[in-house]
């Protein structure tokens, strides 16, 4: 199995890792997915399929109980759980990798199930959206990022201002008016980087000059 794209693997040593909280973050289409396949791989070669064990939110319910890369054209097994406590119904092996896809889709109150899985020697890679669609942050991923000693911060390609900007992209701009906090698909949405951002949001009346002047501020 390989990737199409480039993608930029970070290997990490996860026999001689003590228990950790990795964090990958970004916006839309920064590769989170990617990198994460990589680390289940290198997890898979290092430690065995047993003690590689992935868990998605319900909420997503796009592939079943798996979780795919478009990019590794290959999918993943996951325990689909409605709460984070589910975890503690699966009899883990006390040195298994802890893997949460989608960390968007959990209660902030995942930070704690995270912090009791590594106090009993597993480590921890949690995935996800970093901000919603109006630039806020989603509340799971930003108290994992105060608890993660290690982050991996993905960024995009901007596509804004008629294509010409290349600026690295960190905010996911919904195309459609839609205001819930999740609208699944990565059709929905164009990576922009902070400024083309603020252009689209006030362009699409979601942003008065006035707000764009506070966030500036
Ligand atoms: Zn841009």
Redesign the pocket.
């Known amino acids: 199995m390989s990737p199409k794209g480039k993608i930029q693997s970070i290997n990490l040593n996860y026999r001689a890792l003590h228990p950790v909280i990795v964090l990958i973050y970004g916006c839309m289409r920064a590769g989170k997915t990617e990198q994460l396949f990589h680390q289940i791989e290198n997890a898979l070669q290092q430690l065995g399929k047993r003690r590689v064990v992935i868990f998605k939110p319900y909420l997503d319910d796009r592939t079943g109980s798996e979780i795919r890369s478009r990019a590794f054209d290959h999918s993943y097994e996951a325990h689909v759980i409605k709460k984070p406590e589910e975890v503690f119904d699966h009899d883990l092996d006390p040195s298994s990798l802890v893997i949460f896809d989608e960390l968007q889709f959990y209660p902030k109150g995942i930070t704690s199930v995270a912090e009791e899985l590594c106090g009993r020697g597993h480590t921890i890679i949690a995935a996800g959206l970093d901000k919603k669609h109006d630039g806020s942050p989603f509340l799971s991923t930003e108290a994992m990022a105060k608890i993660a000693p290690l982050h991996i911060h993905l960024v995009a390609t901007?596509h804004?201002?008629n294509m010409t900007?290349e600026?690295g992209?960190t905010n996911s701009f919904r195309k459609s008016a839609n205001e819930a906090d999740f609208e699944i698909g990565d059709d929905s949405y164009d990576s922009?980087?902070e400024?083309?951002f603020e252009r689209a949001m006030i362009a699409h009346g979601r942003r008065t000059v006035t707000d764009r002047t506070i966030i500036a501020a």
């Open positions: 901007c804004g201002l900007c600026n992209a922009l980087c400024d083309c």
